[in-house]
């Protein structure tokens, strides 16, 4: 498996341009999961649920499966958070991970900033980001960019910058 991040800060379009990625690299012939880091708790599940009830019950893990499609949860319960290689180990394989978030974590990244937002721009102070993605290009860069409405750029930034993973 090869494995890339979209790394920047809230707002900047991370998952909009994913939602617009991932079907021009599937139309290449890839096929690509995705991690989403979340900052604070999350629910999959719904009140009211079977899944719901079980793990609020204690169950450590709660696995919902049908036809169409099974989800895994997993509950903490005080354990240290998971890091990105225990996550992407649990993954099937595929040809390609694309990880949204995990902006400190030491992957390959690609930054996706808006100057809109208004954040600092993370490459310079971070060594594993390879690429750029943004509405507008800074005067300094000398990483490879693309825009952030180019999907088949981003796109052939994504293909020649993700890395074999584990690494």
Known sequence: MRLIGL????GSGKTTLLAKLLPALIARGRSVSTIKHAHHGFDVDRPGKDSHTHRLAGAREVLVSSARRWALMHEG???PEATLRELVARLSPVDLVI??????ADHPKIEVHRAAVGKPLLHPNDPNILGFVGDTRP??????FA????VEAVADLVDGLARPWPS
């Not at 005067?139 to 490879?144: E, G, N, Q, R, V």
């Not at 825009?147 to 180019?150: E, M, N, R, S």
């Open 7 to 10: 790394a920047g800060f809230s």
């Open 147 to 150: 825009h952030l409405d180019d």
């Open 77 to 79: 319960k005080g354990e």
């Open 99 to 104: 990880v949204e978030g995990y902006k400190t």
């Open 139 to 144: 005067a300094s860069l000398t990483l490879p």
